[in-house]
Nanobody, 126 residues
Framework: VQLVESGGGLVQPGGSLRLSCAAS????????MGWFRQVPGKEREFVVT???????YYADSVKGRFTISRDNAKNTVYLQMNSLKPEDTAVYYC?????????????????????WGQGTLVTVSS
């Protein structure tokens, strides 16, 4: 499975961005996908995840501002980010897992995910 993120960039505080994550390869058994982010020197942080049944889990820090969605026909997951804050600045990584039971138990753990993209940088600054 290969994951390719796109859509990062520079945006002013209060602005919006939409990230995309396109999956390819042996995607037939993917059961959930998610987004994590990491600031250099800090630990990776869970952002949001979506299961193939449509269940979603959001980090408290992004609830009400970020929305995850998917287009099964395009094998793509999106992250719509609104009301961006400087503290949202990070490299955003897309992740996927084939282990649905693990995802049900620990949807926010990085160890649940088997596949990762290369990351896309989001910078929120005036």
């Amino acid at each position: 499975v290969q994951l390719v993120e796109s859509g990062g960039g520079l945006v002013q505080p209060g602005g919006s961005l939409r990230l995309s994550c396109a999956a390819s390869g042996s995607i037939f058994s993917i059961r959930a996908m998610g987004w994590f982010r990491q600031v250099p020197g800090k630990e990776r942080e869970f952002v949001v995840t979506i299961g193939w049944g449509g269940s979603t889990y959001y980090a408290d820090s992004v609830k009400g501002r970020f929305t995850i969605s998917r287009d099964n026909a395009k094998n793509t997951v999106y992250l719509q980010m609104n009301s961006l804050k400087p503290e949202d600045t990070a490299v955003y990584y897309c992740a996927a897992t084939k282990r649905y039971s693990a995802w049900l138990q620990h949807p926010a753990l990085g160890e649940t995910y088997d596949y990762w993209g290369q990351g896309t940088l989001v910078t929120v600054s005036s």
